[in-house]
């Protein structure tokens, strides 16, 4: 059994609902997916599968929709609201791109309101892209290149669309604990800019505490004082993370040993630091770096201990061999360099999709956690356009 099974979803699609549903529908939920007839605007974004554009063939839509079911309600007529408020009555949660409508007031129900600055903002009539959201909401501000000639990034896939959907369904989950306990549902409030904005790490927080601006690093935590550079461009080109640094004297003693085994200790003065630290009886405190001249030489020499020797690896070679040591470092991959992965093969996060109407199976990521005692169901095809409306049929009978 899975998670929630027995539980009905109602997502009246919206701007930024489509990934809370799916998260529910991976973890057993019955997710039901209302369009108007013409289908949701997600069924029209690019790309589409083999370039044959169709509301079927969106990526992007299947990407966000594996699990549910799909139903078209005309909402501009009476019997498109009535169907409406027969399904939201049939549910135990419905996440919506607006504030509570149709039969909302039933105690037991739990609403997910997911909009841009939350119900009753002043900016709620203003138009949103995921550019303004992540811009606007700071996490553009974290992202970046040492260099600040250069502007910041907007990561790619649709950040403010999935950071949004992971707190509507935690707002979910909550209210569903809640209701298991008091039999009352409630109104779960979810402003995508609020979302946004404590997701940032650090900066929102150094600012309001300290006064203080985090400052964009290549590849490492914004933060208002710089570190030292962690990306290395490998031996093979590629480029590799070298993480964290250690920090007690085994780890300083197995660093000089990985550069004794690759030749590369005379090529390197300052390990003469690590073997300070090797010899010490405490860890080395991390957080003295900058203020005392010991602790700085010797996390100094340890990172270009390890930036020396990514340098001389080819970088999956390197992240292997880090792992092997006890070292934190990884390799730096594409979005489908990271799909194709051994490692990600081995933990079964491809799952084979069947897709009738298209006469192909597509591989598809499964889901990114693994459960004992409610294991999550595999994906299942995303739905065609009104595929259930013998849904609305049947809720139709059962109130006649």
């Not at 013409?38 to 974004?45: P, T």
């Not at 649709?158 to 950071?163: K, L, T």
């Not at 306990?181 to 505490?209: F, I, K, M, P, R």
């Not at 598809?364 to 595929?387: D, I, Q």
Request: with cysteine; hydrophobic share 40%; glycine share 10%.
């Amino acid at each position: 059994m899975n998670a929630l099974s027995g539980v009905r979803v109602v997502e009246i699609s919206g701007q930024f609902t489509p990934v809370g549903g799916r998260l529910l529908a991976e973890l057993g939920a019955e997710v039901v997916v209302v369009e108007p007839p013409a289908g949701s605007s997600h069924r029209s974004r690019p790309p589409f599968a083999h370039n044959n554009i169709g509301p079927d063939t969106s990526l992007r839509w299947w990407s966000d929709n594996v699990g549910k079911r799909s139903v078209t309600v005309d909402l501009d007529t009476a019997e498109g609201v009535s169907a409406l408020e027969r399904l939201i009555a049939s549910a135990d949660i419905v996440i919506s791109g607006a504030g509570p409508v149709g039969d909302a007031r039933r105690p037991p129900l739990i609403w997910v309101a997911v909009t841009p600055f939350g119900l009753g903002s002043v900016r709620a009539d203003q138009p949103v892209t995921d550019l303004t959201m992540l811009a606007g909401g700071g996490p553009v501000w974290n992202c970046g290149y040492d260099d600040h000639s250069l502007p910041p990034v907007r990561g790619a896939g649709e950040q403010s669309a999935n950071i949004a959907g992971l707190y509507c369904a935690i707002g979910a989950l909550v209210a569903l604990a809640h209701r298991d306990q008091t039999g009352h549902g409630q109104l779960v409030d979810v402003s995508v800019n609020a979302a946004c904005n404590v997701s940032c790490e650090q900066t929102t927080y150094q600012w309001l505490v300290n006064n203080e601006t985090c400052v964009r690093q290549t590849g490492r935590h914004a933060y208002f004082t710089r570190s030292q550079p962690t990306q290395v461009r490998c031996a093979d080109g590629a480029y590799a993370t070298t993480g964290v640094l250690p920090r007690k004297p085994p780890e300083f003693a197995n660093l000089l040993n990985w550069l004794a085994d690759l030749g590369l200790t005379d090529e390197l003065p300052e390990a003469v630091f690590l073997e300070m630290a090797a010899s010490r009886d405490e860890p080395v405190d991390i957080a003295m770096i900058g203020a005392d001249d010991e602790t700085t030489a010797i996390l100094m020499a340890a990172r270009d201990a390890t930036t020396l020797i990514a340098s001389r690896m080819p970088a999956n070679e390197y992240f292997r061999e880090s792992q092997r040591r006890g070292f934190p470092a990884g390799a730096v991959l594409s979005p489908d360099e990271a799909f194709e992965d051994e490692h990600i093969a081995a933990r079964g996060f491809h799952v084979p999709v069947h897709h009738a109407e298209l006469g192909e199976t597509f591989r598809y990521p499964g889901t990114p956690y693994l459960f004992t005692a409610n294991p999550a169901g595999g994906p299942v095809r995303p739905p065609l356009l009104g595929e259930h409306n013998a849904l609305l049929d049947e809720l139709a009978d059962d109130s006649a």
